[in-house]
């Protein structure tokens, strides 16, 4: 299993925001440089989380982006979904995947009958559970 680019570099952006709670908005200019990020694919990201209500954008000469809300009520699927939608995608998880995202494994076409459904979806189902239960502020407090 792999986070694609988008939900590392999105996260690594919630931490550097959460990390400036509640002060108030950061550039992402300063985001970027912080956490080591390319700022154009950084705002491509931004809008993402901006559109899905985990941050807001503050116009002028003191703007920037901040959490939406605290640190503690934002978890790491919370990010993941408002990137990518899907919280984990797994090989042969579901057949709906295939030819959306460019890092599954489309190779089974028994989706209904496999006998490794169900632990894929048990798998699923921990990962999610994981992802939904850390939020930013444990990232931060570590």
Known sequence: ?????????????????????????????????????????????????????????????????KLSRAPGKISIGDVFRALEGRLVTLPCHLQENCGIFEDAECYCTKEVACAARDVWEQVHSLMSGVLDKITLADLIAQ
């Open 1 to 65: 299993m792999r986070f694609s680019s988008k939900e590392l570099y999105g996260l690594r952006a919630m931490i550097e925001l959460a990390r400036h709670y509640p002060e108030g908005p950061v550039p992402l200019s300063n985001v970027a440089k912080a956490r080591d990020l390319p700022l154009p694919y950084l705002e491509q990201i931004a809008s993402s989380l901006r559109k899905a209500g985990l941050i807001e954008s503050i116009r002028g000469a003191r703007g920037g982006y």
